[in-house]
């Protein structure tokens, strides 16, 4: 099931369907048992264009993962990624290359993503330089367009990145990601590395440059706060599977899988007429390399009951827009509770 929400086919931008990412653990002896990291586990969405489309979770949980499968840095080891209608993985070596070009990354640290030896103008132009076909004056003008575009000079072309402040490295990431007028952008926690202080600059810039050049963002953010200003839709992801999904609008004023709660409830709400009850979590996010049974997210859950051990919750619709992966929202079977599994687990589960 793809989930962005609502059904609108027609102005889908990107498309994941049922999309697993595992990594191979290093083998500690040769001769030992292959284990996997499920980085990310039947994860399906749709991205509409023009939107921004908001992925929050704790750490670890398959964010980047996800992003990267998303604009084919990543083959996933099995779903669909469909970018503009087209099957990424299926399309021919030129078609893909043009694809990625239309599918650029904000990463989350300016600090190591810039090349410290290239000057600005080398690090600007770069994927223009790659590309080819544009004569060293038109490439100039477009560096110096987009200079201005996201706030710096044109003194600063010939300086390296350590003689710019985190907030101005960023400034340079987002014009370098620009530059072959890309109609997709990933913003991989933009700002979390970054001073406080030049948070609502960047953002600012982002927003901005969306609207002048009509880009489609996804937007990986710790900050639900961050996410409910700009977001249209979003997934919340837990040990690298979606817990809730759908409309920003209805996902932030009517949460209701457990961990989205936790997860609100631990940022300080604006709104303070509508007081959120408090879901705190306990212990630590188990290990992806051999995730729980059942709900991936029952031993952390205040509210588990016993058949949340062992039966996966699937995303069910709970009102148009908006999809949840919770067993208290499905219910069980009524042979299922017979069974006891809709039993309260204790409250010292888990630990
Ligand atoms: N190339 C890789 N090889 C092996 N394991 C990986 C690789 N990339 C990510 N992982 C593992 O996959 C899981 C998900 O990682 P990922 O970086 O996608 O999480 P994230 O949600 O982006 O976290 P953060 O918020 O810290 O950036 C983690 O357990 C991570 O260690
Ligand atoms: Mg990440």
């Known amino acids: 099931m793809i989930v962005n929400g609502n059904n609108r086919h027609s102005d889908a931008l990107l498309e994941m369907e049922s999309v697993s990412v595992n990594f191979p653990v290093k083998r500690a002896y040769p001769f030992s048992k292959r284990q996997w990291i499920q980085a990310v586990t039947d994860v399906s969405l749709r991205v509409s264009m023009g939107e921004t489309f908001g992925i929050v979770g704790e750490s670890g949980c398959g964010k980047s993962t996800l992003a990267n499968a998303m604009i084919g840095m990543i083959r996933p080891t099995s779903g669909t990624v469909r970018f503009q209608g087209d099957d990424l993985f299926s399309l021919n070596r030129q ?3 043009a ?3 239309n599918m650029q990354m904000v990463f989350q640290d300016p600090f190591s993503s810039l090349n410290p030896r290239f000057t600005v103008y080398d690090i600007i132009r770069e994927p223009l330089y790659i590309r080819g076909g544009v004569s060293e004056s038109d490439m100039k003008g477009k560096v110096l367009e987009l200079l201005n575009l996201v706030g710096l000079d ?11 402040s985190g907030g101005q490295r960023q400034r340079i990431g987002i014009a370098r990601a620009i530059i072959l007028n890309p109609s997709f952008l990933v913003c991989d926690e933009p700002v979390s590395g970054l001073d406080v202080s030049v948070h609502a600059q960047i953002l600012n810039l982002l927003m901005e440059i969306q609207q002048s050049l009509n880009l489609t963002y996804v937007f ?3 900050n639900l706060a961050v996410v409910k200003n700009i977001c249209q839709h979003m997934h919340v992801m837990y040990l690298g599977k979606t817990m809730e999904a759908g409309a920003a609008d209805s996902v932030f004023s009517n949460p209701l899988h457990p961990y989205t709660k936790a997860l609100l409830s631990a940022i300080l709400d604006i709104d303070v007429s509508r007081p959120r009850e408090r879901v705190l979590l306990k ?3 188990p290990s992806p390399i051999d995730p729980p049974s059942g709900c991936r997210f029952w031993q952390r859950c205040p509210f588990a009951m016993e058949g949340c051990k062992t039966i996966p919750a699937e995303l069910v619709n709970v009102e148009p827009d908006h999809h949840v992966a919770c ?8 042979e299922q509770k017979a069974a006891g599994f809709a039993q309260p687990l204790s409250p010292q589960h888990g630990e």
């Open 327 to 334: 067993h208290l929202i499905s219910g069980f079977s009524s």
């Open 154 to 164: 044109e003194e600063d072309l010939q300086r390296y990145p350590s003689d710019f």
């Open 95 to 97: 078609a893909f290359k």
């Open 99 to 101: 694809a990625r070009r």
């Open 220 to 222: 990986i953010s710790h």
């Open 283 to 285: 212990g630590d996010t």
